[in-house]
């Protein structure tokens, strides 16, 4: 009985069976010997072969499926009676689920009740404005089952049907010379769950193919297929429909699939650590076709939020308005840190991913350097990094880092002097003049210690803080630098003129002779006085500029100002 198999499945062969039902002629080794169609027989070996082959890839022939949501195989024994073995199952448990995989379908279909013509479907499709064609973004969990065994996997699937070029050629192929059909859908799915296991991306027709892509995800779409069909249809030396055909894939995933691969990942921004989320991206550029699709992916996701910064608590921003970390400093994550203080949305992917960005696509993307640092720093007054002086330190060294000769003049503008008194002084040109005249023209200065202590609690503004790092203190005190701005080495006279505003009292300025007590505040200490003549010996000081002030301690608790031939220092008192 010929139909006799049809009926386990529920059909009675005289009323409508509410399904799709195939039998295939598998021949026992008499049966093939009398065969007029083919004599090859099938074994029961060779079916268990087949099937424990399919079992293989169950799980992922259901993933771009548009109506199918399950498959079971059925093992018979000798009176008839059957038993479930194996069982791949989309479960639908989420209704919105439901909702977003039924979307596409329902576009190009129709629903159920009131079915679509594929004349109404490209009316449709040609009238629909780019932005309402039907895109869908959702999980997709199947259930293996296995004899005793269950294996439970998730999938985020991206589809939609695009625009573009791949919908005037779709249009187009209505009255088209060789009535392709060509229908823009297309998309692409991540697997969720074992996020340590590297996914080979297969290409798929709705079913899958044996070609690889070269992706982590896979890559569904309506392609033109080679005549194995077990490849899509790609070339540039080919005319006529060949021609077509190819130009067709490569809009398709172009136009479809890139953007559903961009809206794939900003999903997955959500859903699993970054870790598992940048295993999800293409790190290389792959061949023919597949390379058309790396490069649509990162120009279309140059403007979509998958890259993560954390600016503001933490945000996701598009390529386009991100700037890249510095790969080359060592102090990459404080430099971030710090320039994040001062409001830059900086990210910073994986190496693979970033060379990605910079080399896939056509964009010019900003990079954090040390001029974008500079200019930064030039603008405004309000800087939040400035106000711990270890984020200075980093500012400054990395200021720094690319600049020699005559390009140290671009330190103008930034205010990146660490200052004994704890604040930060601005590099100026050296001729400028925008400080008041009591800032000494806006000079700052490096010297000894002696000078340094001499100075610290008078006039701790005007000196570059000597406990920075010995390295940048250097820098700061070369002759190079000094050249191209407003830092200078203290000397004798300038140290005379800085006694002037503050350091001694301005009533004992060209005074021969002063009582001095030690006690009081607005008086040098006895120590201050003995640390001057340690200075003016160890640096054999001209002690001519500082004849305007009495600095030398006599009988009786005065001091007198330095004239040739002076009476005996006393020391002791």
Not at 17 to 45: D, V
Request: aromatic letters at 8%; a negative charge; proline letters at 6%.
């Amino acid at each position: 009985d010929q139909f006799k198999p049809y009926m386990h499945f529920g059909s009675t062969c005289d009323k409508r069976f509410n399904g799709t039902l195939f039998r295939f002629p598998l021949r026992s080794a008499e049966a093939a010997k009398m065969s007029e169609i083919k004599s090859k027989p099938c074994t029961a070996a060779e079916v268990q072969g087949l099937l424990a082959s399919f079992k293989e890839d169950a799980a992922n022939a259901l993933l771009f499926l548009k109506h199918v949501n399950r498959i079971t195989i059925h093992s018979m024994d000798d009176e008839g009676g059957t038993t479930e073995v194996f069982s791949a199952v989309h479960v639908l448990d989420n209704p919105e689920t439901r909702e977003q995989q039924s979307r596409i379908p329902r576009f190009v279909c129709g629903d159920a009740s009131n079915p679509m013509s594929k004349d109404d479907f490209y009316a449709k499709l040609q009238s629909t404005p780019e932005q309402d064609l039907p895109v869908s973004v959702y999980e997709k969990r199947i259930v293996v089952t296995d004899g005793g065994c269950q294996e439970d996997s998730r999938w985020l699937i991206s589809s939609a049907i695009g625009g573009g070029k791949a919908r005037e050629l779709a249009v187009k192929s209505i009255n088209g010379p060789y009535q392709l059909r060509l229908v823009p859908w297309a998309g692409v799915a991540a697997r969720l769950s074992a996020p340590e296991q590297d996914l080979v991306g297969r290409a798929y027709c709705f079913l899958p193919l044996p070609t690889m892509v070269g992706l982590p995800v896979h890559v569904n779409g309506s392609f033109e297929l080679s005549a194995n069909r077990r490849d899509i249809w790609h070339g540039s030396d080919m005319t006529g429909e060949g021609q077509l055909r190819s130009e067709w894939n490569h809009a398709l995933l172009h136009d479809v699939v890139a953007p559903a691969y961009a809206r794939l990942l900003e999903r997955a921004s959500s859903v699993v650590d970054s870790r598992h989320y940048f295993r999800l991206w293409p790190t290389k550029m792959g061949a023919e076709p597949w390379v058309t699709l790396v490069r649509g992916l990162y120009s279309v996701g140059l403007n979509r939020p998958i890259l993560y910064t954390n600016l503001d608590g933490g945000r996701w921003i598009a390529p386009a308005e991100a700037i890249l970390a510095d790969s080359a400093v060592d102090n990459r994550e404080e430099l971030t840190r710090v320039m994040l203080l001062e409001g830059l949305p900086i990210v910073d992917p994986p190496v693979d991913i970033r060379e990605m960005i910079l080399t896939a696509q056509r964009h010019e993307l900003k990079a954090m350097t040390p001029a974008l640092a500079r200019q930064l720093l030039r603008e405004g007054d309000h800087h939040p990094a400035l106000a711990e002086r270890s984020n200075t330190l980093l500012l400054l060294r990395y200021c720094l880092s690319d600049l020699a000769g005559d390009r140290l003049l671009e330190l103008g503008g930034l205010p990146l002097i660490p200052t004994a008194d704890g604040n930060s002084g601005r590099f100026e040109k050296h001729e400028a003049k925008s400080y008041k005249a009591e800032r000494g023209k806006g000079l700052l200065y490096t010297c000894g210690q002696l000078e340094y202590d001499l100075l610290l609690e008078s006039q701790a503004g005007f000196l570059v803080d000597r406990s920075i790092p010995e390295d940048l203190y250097t820098i700061l005190a070369s002759t190079e630098l000094q050249e191209s701005c407003n830092v200078r080495t203290l000397n004798p006279r300038t140290l005379a003129r800085l006694f002037d505003m503050g350091t001694l009292p301005a009533a004992w300025k060209r005074n021969p002779e002063v009582e001095w007590t030690t006690t009081s505040a607005s008086e040098p200490s006895k120590e201050w006085v003995q640390l001057f003549w340690e200075y003016a010996e160890q640096s054999a000081a001209d002690l001519e500029c500082f004849e305007d002030w009495p600095l030398l301690p006599c009988d009786g608790g005065v001091l007198r100002r330095l004239i040739k031939e002076s009476s005996v220092v006393d020391m002791g008192s």
